[in-house]
């Protein structure tokens, strides 16, 4: 399972990484980081995919996205 890591503190909230994501789970938080922004947030990890297209869409490169490994 991916699990995406958001830099909260960097992100302006530009909303494009909402926009890219293939199963709609990124989206734009509530609550406001240092500079006022509402950055984005991951409101399913456990639905994410990996595919990265919320990372390649960010201007600002603030979205990574990390294998875990699950015990089987």
Known sequence: MPK???REERCKGCGLC???CPKN???LSADFNAKGYNPA???DET???GCA???RA???VVIEIYPTT???
């Open 4 to 6: 995406p890591v958001i």
């Open 25 to 27: 789970i990124m989206v």
């Open 41 to 43: 947030a991951c409101a």
């Open 70 to 72: 699950d015990p089987l």
């Open 53 to 55: 297209l919320c990372a």
């Open 58 to 60: 960010c201007p600002d």
């Open 47 to 49: 639905a994410c995919v």
């Open 18 to 20: 909402v926009d890219a």
